[in-house]
């Protein structure tokens, strides 16, 4: 990037028109190869990258310096970037399509700014109200992408500003598509506009196109993201063969150190750290240290959950509805975070929680994507795969102020034991790989790590005797499963 940068004429600019006043100047420098033309009016003193991508870089300056004066309108006021074909649609006062590299300027004859809009470099961009009652304008493209949106789209921009703003902000939208609609001539589309605003407020019922919509007139709004994500969970995990691992009946021994080592370690990932034989104490002899008791009831709650074969031997498939599974969800966080009153255990988060840069699904969407995670994973018929998603979904969907991994870890074991499988342990060294499966699903759709992820840690837990306690220790320490997560070491089989 320096070289190109270096090959920049410092005379000229990345973008720039010829006027009436540079135009000799322009054209010696054209001769020398100091400056070349990349569209209609445009050049540029970068020699070195591609028209496209200039074009690209400096979008909005390029438009403006082509059709200062224009409205960015309909679609692309509200996108913001080009549409697939390339288009930018501008209002001006005549029809007229211009082809630049990468890009299609497309202007329509209408009104020029209104009431609302605002500059954006020499153009001006059409406010909210106006965008949404252009892109509500029956239009047929004979070339390209239509300029407006397509119904469903529009009630799902409204969705994301109730949900964003809430009321207030839909009924602002109205009041000003009120206003604008018969300088637009838009009358029809205002009232379109109105019915779908009335029908998400649950003042009117007009039929809707997008599920999402209906959704939330039906009072049960979700995340459609989170929902993608689970469906491509969903997906990879239906065409992927699943290897059985049997623990039919463990005994009680080997039930209660398995889940010991379940809740001490989904703890540890959590930074609830305890020495091995202070957590030993906590669980089995109830003592709770002065200094963290807290922290020790974390651990002792989350024992009483996974160490606990009522909650382990209920599957997803055996609530009778997702009501039921949210009470379930409450019960097992109240028990796991009791002594923490400042986190609400058992109680749905109020605010949104966020993790770096993760902002996880917003409070007022907690039960109907919870609703909808439910009724994918019932639906998958190996206990692995529902155990897999159960536990993403309820990590994706971070339903309480706290304590959310440890939940989900619970209810995916929760899955396996009560199918005859074995449970999946994330050792404190395996705890990255097991992290990076779940942001690369989160982020980028990929399943595959975190299915793989997860399969290998079932696959290290079976392989362990658990009946006896300090074998299985000695077990755990020759695989660096109690070391703090390091790049250079990794969690050994058996």
Same mark, same amino acid.
């Given at each position: +990037?320096?070289?190109r940068?270096?090959?920049?004429?410092?005379?000229?600019?990345?973008?720039?028109?010829?006027?009436?006043?540079t135009?000799?100047?322009?054209? !010696?420098?054209v001769?020398?190869?100091?400056?070349?033309?990349i569209?209609?009016?445009?050049?540029?003193?970068?020699m070195?990258?591609?028209? $496209?991508?200039?074009?690209?870089?400096?979008?909005?300056?390029?438009?403006?310096?082509?059709?200062?004066?224009?409205?960015?309108?309909?679609?692309?006021a509200?996108?913001m970037?080009? !549409?697939?074909?390339?288009?930018i649609?501008?209002?001006t006062?005549?029809?007229?399509?211009?082809?630049?590299?990468?890009l299609?300027?497309?202007?329509?004859?209408?009104?020029?700014?209104?009431?609302g809009?605002?500059?954006?470099?020499?153009?001006?961009?059409?406010?909210?109200?106006?965008?949404?009652l252009?892109s509500?304008?029956?239009?047929?493209?004979?070339?390209?992408v239509?300029?407006?949106?397509?119904?469903?789209?529009?009630?799902?921009?409204?969705?994301?500003?109730?949900?964003?703003?809430?009321? $207030?902000?839909?009924?602002?939208?109205?009041?000003? !598509?009120?206003?604008?609609?018969?300088?637009?001539? $838009?009358?029809?589309?205002?009232d379109?506009?109105?019915?779908?605003?009335?029908t998400?407020?649950n003042?009117?019922?007009?039929?809707?196109?997008?599920?999402?919509a209906m959704?939330?007139?039906?009072?049960?709004?979700?995340?459609?993201?989170?929902?993608?994500?689970?469906?491509?969970?969903?997906?990879?995990?239906r065409?992927?063969?699943?290897?059985?691992?049997? /623990?039919v009946?463990?005994?009680?021994?080997a039930?209660?150190?398995?889940?010991?080592?379940?809740?001490?370690?989904s703890?540890?990932?959590?930074?609830?750290?305890f020495?091995l034989?202070?957590?030993?104490?906590?669980?089995f002899?109830?003592?709770i240290?002065?200094?963290?008791?807290? /922290?020790?009831?974390?651990?002792?709650?989350?024992? &009483?959950?996974?160490?606990?074969?009522?909650?382990?031997?209920?599957?997803?498939?055996?609530?009778?509805?997702?009501n039921?599974f949210?009470? !379930?969800?409450?019960?097992?966080?109240?028990?796991?975070?009791?002594?923490?009153a400042d986190?609400?255990?058992g109680e749905?988060?109020?605010?949104?929680?966020?993790?770096?840069?993760?902002r996880?699904?917003?409070?007022?969407l907690?039960?109907?994507?919870?609703r909808?995670?439910?009724?994918?994973? &019932?639906?998958?018929?190996?206990?692995f795969?529902?155990?897999?998603?159960? +536990?993403?979904?309820?990590s994706?969907v971070?339903?309480?102020?706290?304590?959310?991994?440890?939940?989900?870890?619970?209810?995916?074991?929760?899955?396996?034991?009560s199918g005859?499988?074995?449970?999946?342990v994330?050792?404190?060294?395996?705890?990255?790989?097991?992290?990076?499966?779940?942001?690369?699903?989160?982020r980028?759709?990929?399943?595959?790590?975190f299915?793989?992820?997860?399969?290998?840690a079932q696959k290290?837990?079976?392989?362990?005797?658990?009946?006896?306690?300090?074998?299985?220790?000695?077990t755990?320490?020759?695989?660096?499963?109690?070391?703090?997560?390091?790049?250079?070491?990794?969690?050994?089989?058996?």
């Open positions: +990037m320096e070289k940068r270096q090959q920049q004429s410092a005379t000229w600019p990345d973008v720039f028109v010829s006027t009436r006043d135009s000799r100047r322009v054209s !010696a420098a001769a020398a190869g100091q400056v070349r033309k569209a209609p009016r445009v050049y540029t003193g970068n070195t990258d591609e028209p $496209a991508a200039i074009i690209r870089r400096n979008l909005w300056r390029v438009v403006s310096l082509l059709v200062p004066g224009a409205v960015v309108s309909h679609r692309t509200i996108e970037r080009p !549409a697939e074909d390339g288009s649609i501008l209002t006062g005549y029809d007229r399509r211009v082809e630049l590299p990468g299609t300027l497309r202007f329509v004859a209408g009104p020029g700014p209104l009431v809009d605002t500059q954006l470099w020499d153009l001006h961009l059409a406010s909210r109200a106006r965008a949404l252009e509500l304008q029956p239009t047929r493209a004979r070339r390209g239509a300029r407006g949106l397509p119904r469903a789209r529009v009630e799902e921009e409204l969705e994301r500003d109730l949900l964003a703003g809430g009321e $207030a902000k839909l009924n602002r939208i109205r009041e000003e !598509a009120r206003v604008l609609a018969p300088l637009m001539n $838009a009358e029809e589309e205002f379109t506009l109105d019915g779908i605003i009335g998400l407020l003042t009117r019922r007009v039929p809707l196109a997008s599920p999402v959704a939330r007139a039906a009072g049960e709004p979700y995340d459609p993201a989170r929902l993608e994500r689970f469906q491509e969970l969903f997906a990879a995990l065409t992927r063969p699943v290897v059985p691992r049997p /623990d009946l463990p005994s009680d021994v039930f209660a150190n398995l889940s010991f080592f379940d809740a001490y370690f703890n540890f990932i959590e930074g609830t750290e020495e034989d202070e957590a030993r104490e906590i669980v002899e109830g003592h240290p002065e200094s963290r008791p807290q /922290d020790a009831h974390d651990v002792l709650g989350t024992f &009483r959950v996974v160490g606990g074969r009522d909650f382990m031997s209920r599957s997803v498939r055996d609530f009778p509805d997702s039921a949210e009470d !379930a969800l409450r019960s097992a966080h109240g028990e796991i975070l009791s002594s923490r986190k609400r255990p749905f988060k109020k605010v949104a929680n966020v993790a770096g840069d993760s996880f699904v917003e409070p007022e907690v039960s109907g994507t919870l909808r995670g439910f009724e994918i994973s &019932r639906s998958l018929e190996e206990p795969q529902r155990a897999a998603a159960m +536990m993403f979904i309820i994706e971070h339903p309480f102020d706290d304590g959310n991994g440890r939940l989900a870890r619970a209810f995916m074991n929760a899955e396996l034991v005859g499988q074995c449970r999946i994330i050792p404190t060294v395996f705890r990255e790989d097991y992290l990076t499966g779940l942001r690369v699903l989160t980028q759709g990929h399943a595959a790590p299915i793989e992820v997860l399969d290998f290290y837990t079976a392989a362990i005797d658990f009946s006896d306690y300090d074998k299985a220790l000695t755990l320490r020759a695989t660096n499963a109690m070391e703090a997560p390091r790049p250079d070491l990794k969690l050994q089989m058996p």
